[in-house]
């Protein structure tokens, strides 16, 4: 079996049997990432093999195997983004401050409870269901790190608009949720990991 | 600056991981479709098999050329009749140059060293005077004619350019000082003529560089002056006699030698491999016991010692002889034996029977003997096609467990083989062999021989 560095250094060469290991090995992980940046199955192959394509043909900017995970995830998200960008509308919530996410914080008994595999379908679903504009910058901000301005400049918006963004996103979640019947009231007995 | 969290973002940073998802089984076919093609990986171990194939081949092929064949190439008889030959084309030219000598030295050409007949009659003033470095000088400084040119030839060339010579002394004789106070040009450009026969009749040569035998210095002084200047640049072969005593010979018993007939070249009995092969011989292996000492209940191989296995690599040569081929190669066989047996001692013990009699016993020493194989072996078989792709096999292995004595494994096989493609054949070879190990137990209780059932499985690379 090859290891990881021998895999990297086969895709290096463009050897295709290290490029399908490669994709067998990762495209869980990869195809994950996808998922959650695409609101249907569909887009989200469309973005996987997009991106998969580009890394392969690109791969020779990477310098070292372990940071190849983190700069596929760039280019995952950077496809995503391309793939959504004449799509998205970012005007469908207001500018809203820092302090107004501070509420959030105060609803955690429903969230100490969301820690099944399980619970992550519901996410997923929750996730799929978000607006574009909001579904990116959630992903960006929380799933891979961005900040506000980072995210405003890649995605060429004002950086209120991804703070509005982002609210808007944790928001729709946490209504989802609820509705969903993950409550105080009516909580749903996980069993932890 | 740490960005504000709330338990939504912990809850998706601390589950990533978890957001996995399989895609669909073809998409890996669309997204290889849009790749650019494949370059192959040659990997270093497929190099150094091919590397030491080639060479185990190229060993054998070069052995079995010079050791198994008589070819021989007669290539100092070609040279010989070469240069006979260079020195029969030469000659000739030699007797023209000869011939026109006087009439050039006459017309006053300016070179009066570059006189062939002048060369003629010193080559035959130093063949008697062994004064070669003038003869060597003419040799560098003339060409074709100076290095070829046939001593008997010569030598008649010079006789002639003597009586020539002495015509012309014998005319300057008559002309006495006129001649050289009207045309003292012709004196300083045709001198050669006159001082080699001045020379020639002194019986000897004048020699500017390496005087040895001057005669009379101070008749041909002016000469000598001329022919210092001229050969002063060659003075550096002034003190190696030797080039001029390994000067080409003029050797007439090799003219006189039969004409040189082109040796027909042997064909060679092995011709350049026709194959490379590498095999996998597993192997079960019955031990026969040439004991040297009285052994009771002989137990081998178990604790699984009765498997082994061998690997080969080596070539495959094709032979003049109809329908036979001959495989040599390298083979590493291992195994491992293990022995349980009971040697007499010697020694009785007196037990008490049922009748309330005694009555004695053998007392066995009861030993084990464990070992580990590891064989290198030179393999050579004949194999015999009886039908396409149908070979038997006859053969043998000489080899050494390294450390330890000699094996010897007489082997007959048949095997089968399938084409793959136009370059690689699989085969399958059922096989018998007798091995015959020289290595004896520890103790010197029996010797290793082996009954050995294999299949071998191989590729065989054209």
């Not at chain 1, 295709?16 to 994950?32: D, E, I, V």
């Not at chain 2, 390298?330 to 491992?336: D, E």
């Not at chain 2, 004949?382 to 494994?409: C, N, Q, T, W």
């Not at chain 2, 084409?419 to 018998?432: D, G, L, M, S, T």
Request: with cysteine; proline share 3%.
């Amino acid at each position: 079996m090859l290891t990881d560095e021998e895999v990297f250094r086969g895709c290096l060469k463009n050897d295709r049997k290290a490029q399908a290991t490669f994709y067998q090995r990762y495209k869980s992980r990869f195809f994950g990432v996808c998922w959650r940046y695409a609101n249907n199955k569909e887009d989200a192959e469309d973005i996987f093999q997009e991106a998969l394509i580009k890394v392969f043909k690109h791969i020779k900017e990477v310098r070292d195997a372990k940071d190849l995970s983190a700069w596929v995830r760039r280019i995952i998200v950077n496809t995503a983004i391309n793939h959504y960008r004449k799509k998205v509308t970012f005007d469908d919530v207001e500018n809203l401050s820092d302090e107004v996410l501070l509420p959030f914080d105060t609803h955690d008994e429903i969230l100490n409870q969301l820690t099944s595999k399980e619970l992550m379908e519901v996410l997923n679903t929750v996730l799929a269901e978000l607006p574009n504009g909001a579904r990116i910058v959630f992903n960006m901000y929380v799933m891979e790190g961005y900040t506000h301005p980072e995210i405003a400049a890649q995605l060429q918006i004002a950086e209120g608009t991804s703070k509005s963004q982002l609210f808007f996103a944790k928001k729709y979640i946490q209504e989802k949720l609820k509705k969903k019947g993950f409550n105080v009231m009516n909580s749903v007995k996980m069993n932890h990991i | 600056m740490n960005k504000p969290k709330d338990k939504i973002e912990e809850l998706f940073q601390n589950h990533s991981d978890d957001f996995d998802r399989m895609p669909d089984d073809s998409l890996w076919d669309n997204i290889e479709a849009h790749l650019p093609p494949a370059t192959p990986v040659y990997r270093l171990w497929r190099w150094g098999l091919a590397a030491a194939l080639l060479l185990f081949s190229l060993v054998g092929y070069v052995a079995y050329e010079f050791y198994g064949t008589n070819q021989q190439t007669d290539l100092a008889g070609k040279k010989e009749n070469t240069s006979k030959r260079n020195a029969d084309s030469e000659n000739q030219e030699a007797q023209k140059s000869t011939k026109n000598e006087p009439e050039k030295a006459n017309e006053g050409l300016g070179r009066d060293y570059t006189s062939q007949a002048e060369t003629a009659a010193l080559r035959a003033g130093n063949d008697k005077n062994k004064t070669s470095d003038y003869a060597g000088v003419e040799e560098k400084e003339k060409t074709s004619i100076a290095s070829t040119v046939n001593k008997q030839k010569l030598n008649k060339a010079s006789n002639k350019l003597n009586s020539t010579n002495e015509a012309v002394v014998a005319q300057n004789t008559q002309r006495g000082t006129k001649q050289k106070t009207d045309k003292p040009q012709i004196s300083s450009n045709g001198t050669s003529a006159n001082q080699i026969a001045v020379e020639n009749s002194d019986n000897s040569t004048h020699i500017p560089l390496n005087t040895t035998e001057t005669s009379d210095k101070e008749a041909v002084e002016p000469t000598q002056t001329e022919e210092n200047k001229r050969l002063s640049g060659l003075s550096s072969l002034a003190g190696h006699p030797a080039v001029f005593d390994n000067e080409i010979a003029f050797n007439t018993a090799i003219a006189s030698e039969p004409e040189y007939k082109p040796e027909e070249k042997k064909e060679s009995f092995f011709k350049a491999p026709s194959e490379l092969y590498v095999s996998l011989t597993p192997s079960l292996n019955y031990y026969r016991v040439i004991s040297t000492m009285p052994i009771n209940q002989f137990n081998a191989a178990n604790n699984g010692g009765r498997v082994g296995w061998a690997v080969q690599a080596g070539a495959v040569y094709p032979l003049k002889i109809r329908r036979m081929n001959y495989r040599v190669g390298l083979s590493y066989f291992s195994t491992q034996s293990n022995f349980k047996y009971n040697v007499f001692t010697g020694r009785q013990q007196t037990i008490r029977l049922d009748n309330n009699t005694f009555g004695y016993v053998n007392i066995d020493d009861s030993r084990t003997e464990s070992k580990r194989w590891h064989v290198l072996e030179i393999q050579n078989d004949l194999m015999y096609k009886i039908r396409p792709m149908h070979d038997l096999i006859l053969g043998f292995k000489a080899g050494s467990s390294f450390s330890e004595k000699p094996v010897f494994d007489a082997y007959t096989g048949y095997r089968l083989s399938k084409q793959v493609n136009h370059r690689q054949i699989f085969w399958i070879e059922a096989a018998y062999a007798y091995a015959i190990n020289g290595q004896q137990s520890s103790r010197n209780a029996f010797s290793y021989h082996m009954d050995k059932y294999s299949l071998r499985i191989g590729v065989n690379f054209r």
